[in-house]
C-alpha cells in the first residue's frame, strides 16, 4: 500500500471542494442520495448482487458439505479458486479506461447468468470452475459502481456518498446471509444459488430499464451512456 501511494503521478491530481462541516450534514448526504435517482438505481442494483449474488461464504460451504460432498477440503478449494478470481477481475477493472454504467449492467447480468449456472453443476471441478468468472465480475461490478457514484457525484457530497456506499454494503451483507443461509436448508443450496442468479438477472434488466427511463432514451442506449446528474 506504501508503495502504491508513493507511485502516485502528482501532475494527475486534481483538487476537491471540501464539504463544509455543519450540523445535518449526514442527513444532507440521505437527501441527496434520495433525490438522485440514477444513484437510486444503481444502490439497488448493488443492493441486489451484494445480498443474493455476492455472499458465496454462505453458498459455497453450503454446496461444499451438500450436494457436492466435498467437506472442509472442498470449501478451501472454492475459496482459493474464488481468490484467484477477484485477482483477475482486479486487472480487468484496471485495464478498462473508463468504468461506464454500460460495464455495470453487463457484469451485473454475467454474474447472475453464471450463479444461476452454478447450482446445476454437478462436479466440485465444475463449480469450481464457474467460481472464477463470478468472483471477477463481482469485483469488476464492485469497483464500477464505486467509481461511477463517487466521480459522477459532486465534490463536497463525495464522502457522504461513500457512506451511502458503506451502508448499501453493510446492508446487502447482513441480509443476504441469513436469507441465503435460510433458502440453502429450506430449498437446498442449488435452488438458493438459482433463486439468487435470477434475482440478480432480474435486478440488472430493471436497472437497464429505469436508466433508459430517466434518460429519455432506449435501453440500449441508457447502457452506453450514462444519465445527466441532476437532470436524470
Known amino acids: ?31 441527496y442520495v434520495l433525490r438522485t435517482p440514477w444513484l437510486l438505481v444503481v444502490l439497488a442494483l448493488w443492493f441486489v448482487s451484494g445480498s443474493v449474488g455476492r ?6 460451504a453450503a454446496m461444499s458439505a451438500g450436494p457436492l460432498e466435498s467437506g472442509a477440503g472442498g470449501y478451501g478449494l472454492l475459496s482459493t ?18 468504468l461506464t454504467l454500460r460495464l455495470l449492467l453487463i457484469m451485473a447480468f454475467l454474474t447472475g447468468l453464471v450463479q444461476a449456472l452454478s447450482g446445476l453443476m454437478p462436479s466440485l471441478w465444475s463449480f469450481a470452475a464457474l467460481m472464477v468468472p463470478i468472483a471477477a465480475g463481482a469485483v469488476a461490478l464492485d469497483t464500477t459502481v464505486s467509481a461511477r457514484a463517487q466521480l459522477d457525484s459532486p465534490d463536497a457530497m463525495r464522502g457522504r456518498v461513500i457512506a451511502a456506499l458503506s ?23 442449488r ?30 442506449q441508457a447502457i452506453r451512456l450514462r444519465p445527466q446528474l441532476e437532470n436524470a
Open 191 to 220: 435452488v438458493a444459488l438459482e433463486v439468487g442468479g435470477v434475482a440478480c438477472l432480474s435486478a440488472a434488466l430493471l436497472a437497464a430499464v429505469g436508466l433508459a427511463r430517466l434518460s429519455g432514451r432506449t435501453v440500449r
Open 55 to 60: 455472499n458465496y461464504q454462505v453458498t459455497m
Open 1 to 31: 500500500m506504501i508503495a502504491a501511494v508513493l507511485g502516485m503521478r502528482r501532475r494527475e491530481f486534481h483538487r476537491l471542494a471540501a464539504a463544509d462541516r455543519q450540523p445535518g450534514a449526514v442527513l444532507d448526504g440521505l437527501r
Open 81 to 98: 479458486v474464488f481468490a484467484v478470481g477477484t485477482v483477475l477481475g482486479g486487472f480487468l477493472a484496471a485495464a478498462r479506461p473508463r
Open 167 to 189: 451502508i448499501v454494503s453493510a446492508a446487502a451483507g447482513a441480509v443476504g446471509g441469513p436469507l441465503l443461509g435460510w433458502l440453502s436448508d429450506t430449498l437446498g443450496p
